[in-house]
């Protein structure tokens, strides 16, 4: 692998324990994931699972109790100047809220020594191109939340870390958002790294996700990958009892309605059709089935409890 190819992010055995004794709570343990460069990285997880704890720690903001985090291959610990590559976006940002738009970036560039030079092109890249000069007081909070991504991208970050990043934003600015943070990783070569309650998005957005549940990463995969786990088939057929029995010997089947859900990928279709007819069931219909993101996670993650 040249170092090109490496990962922007790498965090290993990455662990957070509040408290100690009997009374620790264990908010992350053990979380080893790893985002490359110009992917577009889901972290998902419900309320409580971790996801804020981590974030925060992936930013500098809480030290660890446990493992490694690597940004740009270096250390974070050792190394904290690397966040220089880092733009992030978490609780909504935090503006001046009787400045503009445009001079509450103004402030950001001059506290971080540079970045002015990009605050139209941002504005207008977030959409807020005909808003920039109005006070921050006054904006909407999909508007807040823009203003946040476009600050996120004020130093030309590598990695870009977005917490709920469509959050406020109507059907219209949540596809703007998709648009926006595809072409950061596709035309831009940035690394993206988002957490997001809208299923939706995230399936249509990211190229590989990481469930998380309790403090612990139960699955990383591709979005194509996740979905394909949970592939079926739907036959209705005639009589259904006999169908099941026809099938059960090799596919696991459940009852779906008037239907047979059949655990078994499109390429088993014809030997599916060969079973039901050889037992003289009449098939009125087969059809492939595939879960969206949401119902995997759900499948997943329930039941959870409050937010860490």
């Known amino acids: 692998m040249s170092i090109a190819d490496s990962p922007v992010i790498e965090l290993e055995g990455l662990g957070k324990t ?3 004794g009997p009374r620790a709570v264990r908010a992350v343990q053990d979380v080893t994931i790893s985002v490359a460069p110009g992917e577009v990285y889901g972290f998902l997880g419900p309320n409580g699972a971790g996801k804020s704890t ?14 490694r985090i690597r940004l740009m291959g270096q250390d974070l610990v050792q190394h904290p100047s690397v966040l220089r590559h880092v733009g992030s976006l978490v609780d909504g940002g935090n503006f001046y809220p009787f400045l503009s738009g445009r001079k ?3 402030v950001l560039a001059r506290t971080h020594g540079g970045g002015a030079e990009r605050i139209d092109d941002l504005l207008e890249q977030v959409g807020l191109a005909r808003d920039g000069g109005r006070k921050v007081k006054g904006y909407s909070t999909g508007m807040r939340q823009r203003l946040g991504v476009a600050a996120a991208l004020l130093n030309d970050p590598d990695i870009v ?8 934003l109507d059907a219209a600015g949540i596809q703007e958002m998709r648009a926006l943070i595809r072409r950061l990783a596709a035309e831009q070569g940035k690394s993206v790294f988002l957490s997001s309650h809208l299923l939706h998005e995230v399936q249509q957005m990211c190229d590989r996700v990481a469930i998380i549940s309790k403090g612990s990463v139960i699955r990383e995969s591709t979005i194509a990958d996740l979905l394909r786990q949970d592939e079926g088939l ?3 057929a005639e009589p259904l009892d006999t169908a099941q029995s026809a099938l059960e010997t090799r596919w696991r089947c459940t009852r779906n309605g ?5 655990q078994a990928p499109r390429e088993d279709a014809p030997e599916i059709v060969r079973r039901l007819v050889g037992a003289g069931v009449e098939l009125f219909g087969l059809s492939a089935e595939q879960r969206n ?3 995997v ?7 959870e409890a409050t937010d860490a």
Not at 54 to 67: S, V
Not at 258 to 262: F, I, K, N, P
């Open 18 to 20: 509040y408290g100690s």
């Open 54 to 67: 981590t974030i925060r720690m992936l930013l500098g903001l809480i030290a660890p109790t446990a493992g």
């Open 104 to 106: 509450n970036l103004e």
């Open 161 to 168: 870390i977005l917490d709920e990043p469509a959050n406020g």
């Open 234 to 236: 739907i036959v209705e």
């Open 258 to 262: 008037a239907a047979l859900h059949v």
């Open 293 to 295: 993101l949401e119902e």
């Open 297 to 303: 996670f759900l499948s997943m993650t329930q039941p």
